[in-house]
Structures are given as C-alpha cells and as structure tokens.
C-alpha cells in the first residue's frame, strides 16, 4: 500500500505538486492522467526515490523511497518515458540484471519476449525505440516487483503492439503488485485500467475506480439539443454530439476515457457531483 | 510470497549484491573498457617509440618514470571523471539511481572499476609497453657500440629508486590517488564539462591552500619569521643564524603529514557516498 499525504514539490520556484493526498492498493492497475506539466512524471519519480518530497509524508509498506534503500528498489521498477540500453544481448542483459529482483520469472520473461515477436539473442542497440521499449516492459513484467510505474510506456508503439501491451500488461498483474501507468494516450488504457487518476494543478482532481464510473457515468451520442444542455460535458461529432451524462440508466456502460478526461478537465466540480449524489 | 516478506536484512553492504553489480558493470561495459586499455597502450607505445627513435640518447629511467606518471594522471583523472557520467544523462541516471543496490555497493562499484583496476591494468598495461622498448632500446645502444653500463633499467614504480625524483614513501602514487579522486567527485557534481569545471576547482582549491599557508599563517607570527611546509617556522638573526623557531610536536607533525597523504581520497570518497545518496533526478 502506498500512503501519500499533503505532498508538496516544487522545482526552483515553480510549484508542481502542492498537497497531495493519494492511497494505492495493491491488485489494481491504475491510470494516472493529466496534461502537460500537471506533474505526472514528478510524481513517479517522488514514488521511485529519484525526487525528494520537500513536504509531507510518503510511505510504501516499511519504506521510504528517497532513501533508496535496495529492499524497496528490489520491489519497484520503474520504466520511463525515455530510456537508455546498454550494447548488449538481450538474454544477458537480464540474466545480470534479474538476480536483483527476487521475485523475477524467467519463464514470463521468455512468454512476454515472444508475444512481443523480440528475439533475446539480439543486441538491444540493434532494436528499434519500439522494439527497445517493448524489451524493456518484458522484463519489468517479469521481475513481478509489488510497484510497477510506466511512464508513457505506449508511446513509440505500433497499433498492433499497443493492443498487445494491454494484453500483457492485463495478464501480468498479480494480488500483490500495484501498477500504475502514467500516460497522455487516454484510448490505451481503455479496457485496462481498474481506476483514473487525474492530476491537476498539483493536486488530484478525480480519482474513481472504472466500476464506479460505468454506474454513475453514462457516453453516448444524442442529437437532441435539450440533453446536450443537461449533460457534465459534450462535443459536437459527425454523428451528433458526444455526451457524458449521469447515469439514470440503472445500468452499466462502458467509459470512454477520452470523454471522461475531458469531462474531469473542463467540468470538473459538475462531474464530481456525480458521484456525490 | 508477500512483498514485505522478501525485505533483505542488510540495506547497507552486502558483497553478494556488490558482485552482482559488479558482474553487470563488466557486462555493460567492457567493450568500452577493453578498447580503452588498447587506445592507452597505443598512445605509450607511440611516446615510447618516439622518444627512443629520435632521441634515443635521453631515453632513460626519468623518460620511464615521466611517461608512466604523466600518462596515469592524464588517463585516470579522465577515466575517473568519467565514472559518474551516467548521473549527468537523465535516463541513464534514472536507471542507475533506482537498481536495487545501496550507494556504498554502487560506490565501491565505482572505486574498484575507476581506482583499483584502472590502477592494476594501467601498472599492467604500461609494463607490457615498456620492458619491450626498454629491450629494443638496449639493442639500439648495443649495436651502436654503447657501453653496458649505459644501458637502461625497467623502472620500479612502485619504489621510484633511480627516477629523477627518488621517492620511497610513493608520494606521487597517493597524490594520483587523491587527485584521481577529486575528479570521480567533480563527474558526480558538474554533469557538463566537469573534467574543465572540476581542473579549474583543483586549480582554486590549491590556490586557496597556497593562499592559507603564505600569507594567513604567516599573519600570525612575528615579521620575518619564515615558515616551512606546515610543521615549523623559525626567525633568523641578521648573521643568517637561527633566533627563534616555533615547531610543532613530533606526534602532531607525523598524524598531519599522515593525513595530508594518505587521507585525501578516503575523505573525498566520502563526500562521493554522500553526494550519491542525496543524488535527485530532476528536469
């Protein structure tokens, strides 16, 4: 379980996160979203020990990760937006770097390699970005560490290896591992996340399980003027126009990320009334 | 297994992990490593070789002794500047700072790539170059009719007996050492041009030490009193004899002198762990 409480960061003079308060439990993958600047990567980086809080309190079981004590480090990986590799092969690549993560399955390792059509024998100099970061996430699969962080980890991706990112990153989840995948590419998180996280201005202005949001949230398309007035958020489309609405249905829907962010950035105080009421 | 069960009890050191690292160290890099061992033999053999084809005549134990200092404290305060480099790119930093091993295990990673094998192969490396030019020197004089006493001796460095500057107590050996590790230090705080930045420091540092020992301790005494490295000062009478001389206790002397030599590199090392430890990656 991670514990974040009124956690403060600034670079020089310019504020990024300015108290914020977050739990994330183990079992559940989720999505953390915001624009550019919000201050995504600086909280990954606070969750991994590479910036320190200079306010408030961060806590992942025993540990604290600015200590960067290799207890916690066996249990994090973090794979970043960029990246470096070194000029060697695949297979000895991990085979040095595996015996530090002590949950590490070389077996997954091999299936996550192959599903990704990335043979080990290659030199990971010689892969293209695609094929370097599709390398990189086997392996921070398979080292089953109990905090997983991706920072925009689809980008460089084909369209046929986003869908298999989804595929793996689905089947690799376990009880005792918590994912959280930091991403501008809404549409690739669609049918994977379990909740969304939304930064903004340094604080957390949404934070739901997609459950809850599939019963108090409904996405679809009206062509009537009077339900685009009454809705959280729309936006004209070619078939009429796209609404997010509360949910009167009684049932369930499926969330569509993309409106839901945009609902959360734009109108934010009407849809967080949706889930008071 | 839980993900709490599996905490290790030793956070600090331990030399399983140290030579896992280790191992991933060599791994990553000994192409650079091995091809650089080659580029510094090329450039001895080239000095060596110019040195005994034009001037043959002057090639002697001080060209062995100059060649073999100059060269380790040019290649490993570059070699050493370079040890923290990854630190100074943000995605290689990201990787290093957060592989599960402690800051004293990625320290003494460092040190025993930077400071102990260079030290060993460079020693290696360098004998490897000269006892061959040392034998094909001898032959050149040989076979000019030289007599066998001129001939050349492989050097010792690690006694210095016959340099230029005979020097049993290995001075300059633990001035490398210290100033060797002042560079590691200058990679890990300046991420740009630190092997320019860090020079420049050294410069200000030995001027400022220079500064301390002239003219702030000489404040302090008497006029005309004339100190001699830190240890004692002294007055003349007009006639060039000794008046008066303030010396410090033999004890006092030997644990300063001991420390000015030997123990510049393990105070730098320490601020190097230090440094690592509240080492952030931001932008």
């Given at each position: 379980?991670?514990?974040?409480?009124?956690?403060?960061?600034?670079?020089?003079?310019?504020?990024?996160?300015?108290?914020?308060?977050?739990?994330?439990?183990?079992?559940?993958?989720?999505?953390?979203?915001?624009?550019?600047?919000?201050?995504?990567?600086?909280?990954?980086?606070?969750?991994?020990?590479?910036?320190?809080?200079?306010?408030?309190?961060?806590?992942?079981?025993?540990?604290?990760?600015?200590?960067?004590?290799?207890?916690?480090?066996?249990?994090?990986?973090?794979?970043?937006?960029?990246?470096?590799?070194?000029?060697?092969?695949?297979?000895?690549?991990?085979?040095?770097?595996?015996?530090?993560?002590?949950?590490?399955?070389?077996?997954?390792?091999?299936?996550?390699?192959?599903?990704?059509?990335?043979?080990?024998?290659?030199?990971?100099?010689?892969?293209?970005?695609?094929?370097?970061?599709?390398?990189?996430?086997?392996?921070?699969?398979?080292?089953?560490?109990?905090?997983?962080?991706?920072?925009?980890?689809?980008?460089?991706?084909?369209?046929?290896?986003?869908?298999q990112f989804r595929k793996v990153i689905a089947g690799a989840l376990d009880q005792g591992s918590t994912i959280l995948i930091s991403t501008h590419q809404v549409k690739d998180l669609e049918?994977?996340?379990?909740?969304?996280?939304?930064?903004?201005?340094?604080?957390?202005?949404?934070?739901?399980?997609?459950?809850?949001?599939?019963?108090?949230?409904?996405?679809?398309?009206?062509?009537?003027?009077?339900?685009?007035?009454?809705?959280?958020?729309?936006?004209?489309?070619?078939?009429?126009?796209?609404?997010?609405?509360?949910?009167?249905?009684?049932?369930?829907?499926?969330?569509?990320?993309?409106?839901?962010?945009?609902?959360?950035?734009?109108?934010?105080?009407?849809?967080?009334?949706?889930?008071?009421? | 297994?839980?993900?709490?069960?599996?905490?290790?009890?030793?956070?600090?050191?331990?030399?399983?992990?140290?030579?896992?690292?280790?191992?991933?160290?060599?791994?990553?890099?000994?192409?650079?490593?091995?091809?650089?061992?080659?580029?510094?033999?090329?450039?001895?053999?080239?000095?060596?070789?110019?040195?005994?084809?034009?001037?043959?005549?002057?090639?002697?134990?001080?060209?062995?002794?100059?060649?073999?200092?100059?060269?380790?404290?040019?290649?490993?305060?570059?070699?050493?500047?370079?040890?923290?480099?990854?630190?100074?790119?943000?995605?290689?930093?990201?990787?290093?700072?957060?592989?599960?091993?402690?800051?004293?295990?990625?320290?003494?990673?460092?040190?025993?790539?930077?400071?102990?094998?260079?030290?060993?192969?460079?020693?290696?490396?360098?004998?490897?170059?000269?006892?061959?030019?040392?034998?094909?020197?001898?032959?050149?004089?040989?076979?000019?009719?030289?007599?066998?006493?001129?001939?050349?001796?492989?050097?010792?460095?690690?006694?210095?007996?016959?340099?230029?500057?005979?020097?049993?107590?290995?001075?300059?050996?633990?001035?490398?050492?210290?100033?060797?590790?002042?560079?590691?230090?200058?990679?890990?705080?300046?991420?740009?041009?630190?092997?320019?930045?860090?020079?420049?420091?050294?410069?200000?540092?030995?001027?400022?030490?220079?500064?301390?020992?002239?003219?702030?301790?000489s404040a302090f005494l008497p006029y005309a009193w004339i100190g001699n490295e830190f240890f004692y000062w002294h007055s003349y009478t007009p006639t060039g004899n000794w008046r008066q001389?303030?010396?410090?206790?033999?004890?006092?002397?030997?644990?300063?002198?001991?420390?000015?030599?030997?123990?510049?590199?393990?105070?730098?090392?320490?601020?190097?762990?230090?440094?690592?430890?509240?080492?952030?990656?931001?932008?």
């Amino acid at each position: 379980m991670i514990n974040i409480k009124n956690l403060h960061f600034s670079y020089r003079h310019k504020p990024v996160l300015a108290g914020l308060s977050l739990g994330l439990k183990p079992g559940y993958i989720y999505g953390l979203l915001g624009k550019n600047g919000a201050g995504k990567s600086t909280l990954l980086k606070i969750l991994s020990g590479l910036l320190f809080p200079q306010k408030g309190e961060l806590s992942y079981g025993p540990w604290r990760p600015g200590q960067r004590k290799p207890s916690f480090l066996q249990q994090l990986y973090l794979l970043p937006e960029e990246f470096h590799v070194p000029p060697i092969r695949i297979g000895e690549w991990a085979k040095h770097q595996s015996p530090f993560y002590p949950r590490w399955s070389q077996q997954q390792f091999i299936r996550t390699l192959t599903e990704f059509d990335i043979p080990p024998d290659i030199r990971l100099t010689e892969l293209s970005y695609g094929q370097q970061k599709k390398a990189l996430i086997s392996f921070a699969l398979s080292t089953n560490t109990g905090l997983l962080l991706m920072d925009e980890p689809t980008n460089g991706l084909d369209i046929p290896s986003k869908s298999q990112f989804r595929k793996v990153i689905a089947g690799a989840l376990d009880q005792g591992s918590t994912i959280l995948i930091s991403t501008h590419q809404v549409k690739d998180l669609e049918n994977l996340i379990d909740r969304i996280l939304v930064l903004d201005e340094g604080r957390i202005l949404f934070d739901q399980p997609l459950t809850t949001v599939s019963q108090k949230l409904r996405f679809h398309q009206s062509f009537d003027p009077a339900e685009l007035a009454s809705a959280i958020y729309g936006e004209p489309s070619l078939r009429g126009n796209v609404l997010v609405t509360p949910n009167d249905t009684g049932e369930d829907g499926q969330p569509d990320l993309e409106m839901l962010y945009k609902a959360i950035i734009h109108q934010p105080e009407r849809l967080n009334a949706a889930f008071t009421n | 297994m839980n993900t709490f069960d599996i905490q290790q009890k030793n956070d600090s050191f331990t030399f399983r992990r140290w030579w896992l690292l280790v191992s991933l160290h060599w791994a990553e890099n000994k192409r650079r490593y091995l091809l650089s061992l080659l580029a510094i033999a090329g450039l001895l053999a080239a000095i060596f070789t110019f040195e005994i084809a034009f001037i043959p005549i002057d090639f002697d134990f001080g060209s062995q002794f100059f060649i073999y200092y100059i060269g380790m404290f040019i290649a490993g305060c570059l070699y050493g500047n370079t040890v923290f480099s990854a630190l100074g790119h943000r995605r290689k930093a990201i990787q290093y700072l957060t592989f599960p091993a402690s800051s004293l295990e990625k320290l003494f990673c460092a040190l025993f790539f930077g400071v102990i094998l260079f030290f060993i192969t460079y020693v290696l490396v360098f004998y490897i170059v000269d006892i061959p030019i040392v034998a094909l020197n001898n032959m050149l004089l040989r076979r000019h009719g030289a007599r066998p006493d001129t001939y050349v001796k492989v050097i010792n460095v690690f006694s210095n007996l016959g340099g230029p500057i005979p020097n049993n107590d290995l001075r300059f050996l633990t001035m490398f050492f210290a100033i060797q590790s002042a560079y590691i230090l200058g990679g890990l705080y300046f991420p740009r041009y630190s092997f320019i930045t860090t020079s420049i420091f050294l410069v200000f540092f030995l001027f400022l030490l220079w500064l301390f020992i002239a003219r702030i301790t000489s404040a302090f005494l008497p006029y005309a009193w004339i100190g001699n490295e830190f240890f004692y000062w002294h007055s003349y009478t007009p006639t060039g004899n000794w008046r008066q001389a303030v010396v410090l206790p033999s004890v006092l002397e030997s644990v300063i002198r001991f420390l000015l030599f030997y123990s510049w590199p393990f105070w730098l090392w320490l601020v190097i762990y230090h440094r690592l430890k509240e080492k952030e990656v931001r932008g």
